[in-house]
């Protein structure tokens, strides 16, 4: 069965101050792992995809990455509309599209 | 990306009734499906909805209680049948775009009573 376990649950941080947000995966073979972004009261925003291991992507000050049981979200000096909910997800072979879903991490940027 | 609408974004409900949600996506997909989001958690799928055929569900979830329509390409309904308290939840539409990425609706924010 496919997991997904995301780190922390809920992490502060002060504007500017960088950090790392993970998602470990257990899956039957990758077909896609996908960043989302949630804010309170809305459906998830999607990010990035990212297909195999060393594979990275960039969006403002976001950068995934990828490796072949985990995947980071970088977040660099992050401002307070950062603030949301990411989410992990991932999809394996043969699962018609079905994603799975991790719990996501609580992001929250103060000033 | 694809732009998905879903009507209503929210509504609160007697038990024992039945609501149908609506996802009308801005461009023709191949796939449609129906999340679940409960409170402070995760997303979890109720189902695939097929296009022309039966809607494909996951373990726990059966036609009875979530009947699924897709009569074309950009247009699902997902019905929440005999409500009760323990169906309050979020229940988002998704639609699968070319590189296997999946956008998601807004949500309908239900309340049963």
């Known amino acids: 069965e496919d997991q997904v376990t995301q780190s922390p649950e809920a992490l502060r941080l002060q504007e500017g101050e960088s950090s790392s947000l993970n998602c470990s995966y257990t899956?039957?073979?990758?077909?896609?792992l996908f960043w989302y972004r949630q804010d309170p009261g809305k459906g998830p925003e999607f990010l990035f995809t990212?297909?195999?291991a060393g594979e990275e992507k960039e969006k403002e000050r976001l950068k995934a990455t990828l490796t072949k049981k985990e995947s980071f979200l970088h977040i660099t000096a992050p401002k307070p509309e950062d603030s949301a909910t990411y989410l992990c997800?991932?999809?394996?072979?043969?699962?018609?599209?079905?994603?799975?879903f991790g719990t996501g991490t609580r992001l929250q940027v103060t000033l | 990306s694809a732009v998905i609408s879903q009507k209503p974004s929210r509504d609160i409900c007697q038990r024992g009734t039945s609501l149908t949600i609506q996802c009308q996506v801005d461009?023709?997909?191949?796939?449609m499906f129906w999340y679940r989001q409960q409170p402070g958690q995760s997303l979890t799928l109720i189902a695939t909805?097929?296009?022309?055929?039966?809607?494909?569900?996951e373990s726990g979830f059966v036609i009875d209680k979530f009947p699924i329509s897709r009569p074309n390409l950009t247009f699902s309904t997902l019905t929440v049948s005999n409500m009760s308290p323990e169906d309050s939840s979020i229940y988002l539409c998704?639609?699968?775009?070319?590189?296997?990425?999946?956008?998601f609706g807004q949500g309908t924010r239900l309340t049963v009573v």
């Open positions: 998704s639609a699968r775009g070319e590189k296997y990425e999946a956008f």
């Open positions: 899956v039957s073979g990758l077909r896609g």
């Open positions: 990212l297909y195999s």
């Open positions: 997800a991932v999809q394996a072979p043969g699962t018609a599209s079905k994603l799975t």
């Open positions: 461009s023709q997909v191949t796939m």
């Open positions: 909805a097929n296009q022309g055929s039966e809607a494909t569900y």
